[in-house]
């Protein structure tokens, strides 16, 4: 059975940082990616990383703070987020895909069950 297992999120401060992560079970992915859903808003993409991790996406909104990377022999992807806002407080899903990379949600077959990120200011 494949699985996606999101964990790593809390509340914390305004200008903390926090780190993810997602442990896959059942297969290797090929592309991962990170998304989030506010109260009230549609989900959202966060960041995207390839195979070898030497390719990566970021939304406008996190680029410069928040950090995607992979760790395939423990078949595990990390969000690192530094210097965290309150508009960040959100749950944050894993998502992964075989043949898909990008920013589209729609796009990735694969997806966790979120972890909460709660910024306070």
């Known amino acids: 059975q494949v699985q996606l297992a999101e964990s790593g999120g809390g509340l914390v401060q305004a200008g903390d940082s926090l780190r993810l992560s997602c442990a896959a079970s059942?297969?290797?992915?090929?592309?991962y990616a990170w998304f989030r859903q506010a109260p009230g808003k549609e989900r959202e993409f966060v960041a995207a990383?390839?195979?070898?991790?030497?390719?990566?996406l970021y939304a406008d909104s996190v680029k410069g703070r928040f950090t995607v990377s992979r760790d395939n022999v423990k078949n595990t992807v990390y969000l690192q987020m530094d210097s965290l806002k309150p508009e960040d407080t959100a749950v944050y899903y894993c998502?992964?895909?075989?043949?898909?990379?990008?920013?589209?949600?729609?796009?990735?077959?694969?997806w966790g069950q979120g972890t909460q990120v709660t910024v306070s200011s």
């Open positions: 059942g297969r290797t992915f090929s592309r």
């Open positions: 990383v390839s195979w070898s991790g030497g390719t990566t």
């Open positions: 998502a992964a895909d075989l043949v898909y990379f990008g920013s589209t949600s729609s796009g990735y077959h694969y």
